[in-house]
């Protein structure tokens, strides 16, 4: 009996979901469910006009009332107008969005090479066999990001001895 009862409700309410939305679409697209011959012709005659428009761009705008929907006639917009604005505004808000993401992967991709270097324990050993006004050399021409991933690597002794090459205010601003 709950089983039949259970199939019962169902029913009812696939048959309700169903109704709402063929109403639903009714409402959203009534040009759907125009019966007969009368549709294409509408259509055929709408995009002849529109096609005689592009064609004749010299045509005084009486014309081009007299062939306008019913709908742009009386002042209000067309569902395709409205289709239309609506995808062009959220064009625009993918667009934004899209700039955003791209100054957002600038960003990681910025970050992400300096802190890519996972191998930073050999280069600090590769700098600290080498004759610290070498080093000093090498080292100058690295940001100081870079530079304080080596240094804090290299033993105390060796690595005073590179910093005391390089400029005294980069090599504050690298110890700080």
Known sequence: MKNILIIAGCSVASFLVLLLLGVGL??????????????????????????????????????????????????????????????????????SALDSLKRISQIANVKSDTSSRSD???????????????????LKRMSDSEVKQVITKVKKKQAGKILANLDPDRAARILR
């Open 120 to 138: 930073w324990k050999s280069t600090a050993k590769l700098i600290e066999t080498m004759d610290p006004e070498e080093a000093g050399k090498i």
């Open 26 to 95: 009714v409402y959203m697209k009534p040009d759907w469910f125009v019966h007969g011959t009368v549709a294409p012709t509408i259509a055929a005659d709408s995009l002849k006009s529109k096609a005689d428009t592009v064609a004749n761009p010299k045509r005084d705008s009486t014309q081009v009332a007299s062939t306008a929907k019913p709908q742009e006639r009386s002042g209000q917009p067309s569902a395709d107008t409205a289709f239309v604005s609506t995808l062009s505004e959220k064009n625009r808000s993918l667009a």
